[in-house]
């Protein structure tokens, strides 16, 4: 039939369209499958590199704050076992630049401000820090190993900190009894040696410097006799010796200056000169203002002392200016009255550095304490021998005797990879007695008990003499560190521990 083939024909062109319209469809879907899984794949891609992102961004803020805790717990630890403080800053600096953190600080005493600072986002993070401090060379020496393996990255930092936090839970190294015992074998010691003593003022010295190191362990327990501590132990002093000079056995300026021989502000005016020195205008300013109150504080406690004491007896002090002891020592009398020979330093002055030594903690069984010793009995032979050249001249005396601690403690130190302060540091603070012994708070006491008006000039008289005492100290020290480090580096800068 004729319409078959027409039928047919258009039979099959239909089939071939639907063909042809599948094969598209199928094409388009496995386009937009392929599409889909290539949009997948760069989907988790691109979250499997922002959750690395995210990571490494935790991680490094993680670090930072870490490296951050570090350094104030650096800070804290420096402050609060006595570190020089002049060089705290460039400590501070220089490990914050080791440890890649952009940091500024600014040091004031028993406080210190640190910045730490986002150069990317133009913002800051201030801490305040406070603490007291008190002299450690045994935790001063630890704290000092930490810092050096940190900054030459031998240790890490969390070990570092944790180290710290340790070191700073520490139980001090020498218990209250054993710390009565050394303060009265420092005065007993210091007596003849400095004040012109006789063995009896320095038996009389000993149990009055134990008594003064237990009210001092004792004092913190209770915050408002802390403030008066100085005034109250130094009348107390006073008025003991007073007592035991009245004999005529003891010697009044002997006994009541080596007893109070430990409480002297010389570890304060010495830090205040040194920041001056190094530039540090607002903590030294601030050092040697209160050193000279504080040496007012302990004159007038040693006036009311003698004051009370000739009040009760009815009678004046015997030989409140005697500071060579003449009158209470007998030429002719027997031996333990009588003006000791320079001959008894021998004895004297290496067992004052002993005990002057272990009172600041420093450990007894380390190999760095004959050393100490050494150099503190090389600082006081100099002292003395150029102050016989040059009488009256405490300065000078101190300058050269600084000099000669701190050349050879520098020496060890960078020869021989040894701590520089802690060896200098006994030999240092010797010599501030030897300015006082030629009278010094001794004057201001007896002009107050005579009833002068110019008492107080005296007074003051007596702090430019410790102030005196520290300009020579600091330049000794300066001229020496010069002359063993010429060349300056960021290294030394950075690690010198040194005055």
Known sequence: MPGCGVDEEGRKDYLGEKWDGREKRKQEKKHLDKERKKRERKEKKERRKRKKAEAWITRHVAAILQRQEFILKLARAMMMFGGPSHRLVAQIHSTGRVLDIELSCMYLPDMMLISFEDSATGTSNVKLIRQGSALD?????????????????????????????????????YNFTQLILIGGMCSASICSVSFSGSFIDSLASAPLGGLLVAVQLLSPRNELYGNVFEITIATLMSFVSAALASTEHFCYSAVASSSVVLILPGFIVLCGSLELCSRSLVPGAVRLCFALMYSLFLGFGLAIGAEVYSKLVGKAIVGPTDYACVVSHDPAGPWWQRTPSLWWAFLTVPTFSLFLSMRLMAPWWKQELPILIAISCVGWVTNHFVGLKFPNQSDISAAVGAFAVGFVSNLYGRFFHGNAFVVMITGILFQVPSGLGNGGLLNFVSDQTSGSSSSYLSGFRTGLQLISVALGLTVGLGISLVMVHPVQSRRRAGGLFSL
Do not use: C, F
Request: hydrophobic share 50%; net charge neutral.
């Open 137 to 173: 060379l045994e935790k001063l020496g630890d704290a000092h190993a930490l810092y050096w393996n940190v900054i030459h990255d031998t240790m890490s930092v969390s070990q570092a900190s944790a180290a710290l936090d340790a070191l700073m839970r520490k139980k001090p190294l």
